[in-house]
């Protein structure tokens, strides 16, 4: 897949806890040209049919974002470690690639690359589930990395504690551009219904923990710590994916 991914750029293109240790996840942002839907899944399709038939041995996850401007995807998958990057062996897709040439790229607006490593000491410990259908994604720009890490760490520690317990995958992304994230949390919902639950808030239950002067505190820190925050819901395409 990651042969996949860079061959995307180059012609202008679930994550799954590994016993707590720490991994870097791909992830490839593509735009779909307006009205070109339909067209570009089936390309997709095609291409996942010839590298599954091909013995094609990566993995990924496809998902489509809910809000926002556009049609737009995110493919994702997995490396235990940099060295991976290295790798030039895939038979599957180099059999494949043209399909990837003439189905897919004639659909695509813009490709957005970017690479995150996982924080399994303040993430869930559990991977994700395999009846995961949405991920609500939280994703900050800050300017102290130092104290909207500890202001993590304290919230962690009061979730771990609580009935609730830790919700999501957190990451850090490793460069980018200006506008990308520098971190970013992976909410697991089984479905759109699952979003309908009451949940307590974090900064609630953070509160019931140390009292509202703390948290108060903890929240201006957490606020002063952070430029700027947006969030969309992202619901996976279990047809795209593999």
Same mark, same amino acid.
């Given at each position: 897949?990651?042969?996949?991914?860079?061959?995307?750029?180059?012609?202008?293109?679930?994550?799954?806890?590994? #016993?707590?240790? =720490?991994?870097?996840?791909?992830? @490839?942002?593509? +735009?779909?040209?307006?009205?070109?839907?339909?067209?570009?899944?089936? &390309?997709?399709?095609?291409?996942?049919? /010839?590298?599954?038939?091909?013995?094609?041995?990566?993995?990924?996850?496809?998902?489509?974002?809910?809000?926002?401007?556009?049609?737009? %995807? +995110?493919?994702?998958?997995?490396?235990?470690?940099?060295?991976?990057?290295?790798?030039?062996?895939?038979?599957?897709?180099?059999? /494949?690639?043209?399909?990837?040439?003439?189905?897919?790229?004639?659909?695509?607006?813009?490709?957005?690359?970017?690479?995150?490593? *996982?924080?399994?000491?303040?993430?869930?410990? #559990?991977?994700? =589930?395999? !009846?995961?259908?949405?991920?609500?994604? %939280?994703? $900050?720009?800050?300017?102290? @990395?130092?104290?909207?890490? #500890? /202001?993590? #760490?304290? $919230?962690?520690?009061?979730?771990?504690?609580? +009935?609730? &317990?830790?919700? &999501? %995958?957190?990451?850090?992304?490793?460069?980018?551009?200006?506008?990308? *994230?520098?971190?970013?949390?992976?909410?697991?919902?089984?479905?759109?219904? !699952?979003?309908?639950?009451?949940?307590? &808030?974090?900064?609630?239950?953070?509160?019931?923990?140390?009292?509202?002067?703390? +948290?108060?505190?903890?929240?201006?820190?957490?606020?002063?710590?952070?430029?700027? !925050?947006?969030?969309?819901? %992202?619901?996976?395409?279990?047809?795209? @994916?593999?």
């Amino acid at each position: 897949m990651r042969k996949l991914l860079y061959l995307m750029l180059l012609l202008p293109f679930l994550a799954v806890s590994q #016993e707590n240790e =720490s991994f870097l996840l791909n992830m @490839s942002e593509i +735009t779909v040209k307006s009205g070109h839907n339909a067209q570009f899944i089936e &390309g997709v399709k095609s291409w996942k049919a /010839c590298y599954v038939e091909n013995n094609g041995e990566d993995k990924w996850n496809i998902w489509k974002r809910v809000q926002g401007e556009g049609t737009v %995807y +995110t493919m994702t998958s997995i490396m235990a470690n940099w060295a991976e990057m290295d790798e030039k062996s895939d038979p599957a897709g180099k059999e /494949c690639r043209m399909l990837i040439v003439n189905l897919i790229m004639p659909h695509v607006k813009s490709v957005h690359y970017n690479i995150a490593r *996982s924080m399994p000491n303040i993430s869930k410990t #559990e991977p994700f =589930s395999e !009846d995961t259908e949405l991920v609500w994604v %939280y994703n $900050v720009k800050i300017n102290n @990395s130092t104290s909207f890490m #500890e /202001c993590l #760490e304290e $919230v962690n520690s009061a979730l771990k504690k609580s +009935t609730e &317990g830790v919700r &999501g %995958y957190w990451y850090n992304v490793i460069g980018g551009a200006p506008e990308v *994230s520098d971190y970013f949390v992976s909410v697991p919902h089984k479905n759109f219904a !699952d979003m309908d639950v009451k949940r307590e &808030g974090v900064w609630k239950i953070h509160e019931k923990a140390h009292g509202k002067k703390k +948290t108060d505190a903890l929240r201006a820190k957490f606020r002063a710590a952070v430029d700027t !925050d947006w969030s969309y819901m %992202y619901a996976l395409q279990k047809e795209l @994916s593999n």
